[in-house]
């Protein structure tokens, strides 16, 4: 099996290698396709190629070079695309059969547009689970995605093709978004890096869902760069916000910043693994100056994934087919009354899918209260490292679905919608978080972290990822022989939405809130990370 070494190599290397001729555009095409051609049958990370278009596309760039014109930052760097935005040839299907037939010819999304202006060639669009909604990668049009380094198990999602692809060596960036963990998930259950950018920070018009040709732009959605390093975020995310690339050089201290820890919530599961990475990343930030301290925001765990369920699910349902999402308000009034009883069920999931715009506004009231709630916090701390799931790449589950599904933490069943905890703040509060891996030891599946940061200052938050990430040792490829199995590529057929709920005796229960009247927990000093 091709090793490809120069497969591995940080975009900011294959940028130097075209600049300085010692590869041309259309050379390093095809060294990323020769990859795909090995590495993608066994986890069918990229599920449509364009590569006429795109080896067109590196001849004209090879051309501009020798003319002493480079067309941007990405000038000839091969990279694929998560097939829920739309680019020019490959229309985004987003995994769903019924957008499996538009026109080819289509305008590429607000954030592909910019790349491809930056020089970037784009050859092909990586696997999504169907319209975008699971945190694993499975759809009927295009089947299933796998783990790189465990073929039994979930690259995540919903940019999983993403995460495997990278990982893979078949591309050194790719464009993903996150509404739900979906840039986080994969790039920690496949040691990879991301950038879920502060919301607005990079366009996502173009982006499906919703459904194609939409002008709006959804709450809580946003685009954001993966890569196999954190400089490479860096890089990625100027192209995509239009800032001008300017030397910066890796933060080598992280003196006299102060950065908090929070690693444990009675409400949110966490797997000792997933503890023990965020403790050796604290120890990390240690050694490089940092005040390193336990400080948990002031905010109630419970109700911040209520309050991120109240957001969340109208603008799912507004993906819904029309009859579904009529029967679901007509529904409305039985299933408020089931959902005060039951943590999170299909009273619950009826209810906030139906919710009103009066409902919205009251969940939006809330929201901005713990807004105000975290720029206090980050008043005093620089960052926040959490957990980014409960735990690390879970086997492959193909039954039930959000509402019935369980998964194990330790050994100890989880409900499946508990995977968003930790991602829930950042997600809700529209804080930049960067994932990163942390060093795993031979027979370990791969475990990032979570490094959480002001809304706005995504440069800064970048600067500490980048700083802790030299000093952990970043980025480890999996093991080629993970590769070797070739499984068959499960495709599904869509999953129908929960039934509207059926009307029962409601079991009175006191609402959740999630900012209490009481001052913000001091901080404890961090216990010292296991070795």
Not at 440 to 463: F, K, S, T, Y
Request: net charge positive; proline share 9%.
């Amino acid at each position: 099996m091709t090793q490809a070494p120069n497969i591995f190599l940080s975009a900011r290397t294959q940028l130097n290698r075209l600049a300085l001729g010692q590869v041309s555009a259309v050379d390093l095409l095809e060294e990323h396709v020769a990859r795909f051609l090995v590495a993608n049958p066994a986890v069918n990370a990229v599920v449509r190629t364009d590569l006429d278009a795109a080896r067109m596309r590196a001849r004209e760039l090879d051309q501009l070079l020798k003319s002493g014109a480079p067309a941007g930052p990405l000038h000839g760097l091969p990279m694929t695309i998560k097939d829920t935005f739309d680019v020019d040839g490959m229309p985004a299907t987003s995994g769903a059969p019924e957008y499996a037939k538009r026109p080819a010819r289509t305008t590429d999304a607000a954030a592909v547009a910019r790349l491809r202006a930056a020089g970037a060639v784009i050859w092909g669009k990586t696997n999504t689970p169907y319209l975008a909604g699971d945190s694993q990668t499975s759809n009927p049009l295009h089947g299933r995605t796998s783990n790189p380094w465990d073929l039994t198990r979930t690259p995540g999602g919903s940019s999983g093709g993403a995460a495997a692809a990278l990982a893979t060596g078949m591309t050194p960036l790719e464009l993903g978004s996150d509404i739900g963990g979906s840039l986080r998930f994969p790039a920690h259950f496949c040691g990879v890096a991301a950038l879920k950018p502060t919301f607005g920070r990079a366009p996502i018009i173009g982006h499906v869902p919703p459904a194609p040709g939409s002008l709006a732009v959804r709450d809580l959605n946003v685009a954001g760069p993966m890569a196999r390093d954190v400089a490479d975020l860096r890089l990625m995310f100027n192209v995509l916000t239009g800032v001008a690339d300017a030397a910066q050089p890796r933060r080598s201290s992280l003196r006299a910043l102060r950065i908090g820890v929070w690693a444990e919530d009675k409400a949110f599961p966490v797997s000792a693994d997933c503890r023990s990475a965020v403790e050796t990343t604290a120890e990390a930030a240690g050694e490089l100056g940092a005040q390193v301290l336990v400080a948990k925001p002031d905010l109630d765990g419970t109700a911040l994934i209520d309050l991120y369920l109240q957001l969340l699910l109208p603008l799912l349902a507004a993906d819904m087919p029309g009859p579904l999402l009529k029967a679901l308000e007509a529904g409305r009034p039985i299933a408020k009354i089931m959902a005060r009883g039951e943590p999170f069920g299909r009273g619950k999931w009826a209810a906030y899918s139906a919710a009103t715009h009066h409902d919205w506004l009251r969940a939006d009231e809330n929201r901005r209260r713990l807004k105000r709630t975290m720029s206090d916090f980050f008043s005093r701390w620089h960052a926040l490292i959490t957990p980014v799931a409960p735990t690390g790449a879970f086997p492959h589950v193909e039954t039930g679905d959000a509402v019935t599904r369980v998964l194990s933490v330790d050994g100890k069943a989880i409900p499946y919608h508990m995977l968003h905890g930790w991602i829930a703040l950042a997600t809700v509060c529209h804080l930049p978080a960067v994932v990163i891996p942390v060093p795993r030891r031979p027979g370990q599946l791969p475990c990032g972290v979570q490094i959480i940061g002001p809304e706005g200052r995504d440069e800064d938050v970048l600067a500490i990822a980048e700083a802790i990430e030299a000093q952990m040792g970043g980025f480890q490829r999996p093991p080629e022989d993970a590769l070797k199995a070739l499984p068959t590529v499960v495709k599904q057929k869509p999953k129908p939405a929960p039934k509207p709920a059926r009307q029962v005796k409601a079991r009175p229960a006191k609402a959740a809130k999630v900012e209490k009247a009481r001052p913000a927990p001091k901080a404890k000093p961090l216990k010292p990370a296991k070795k």
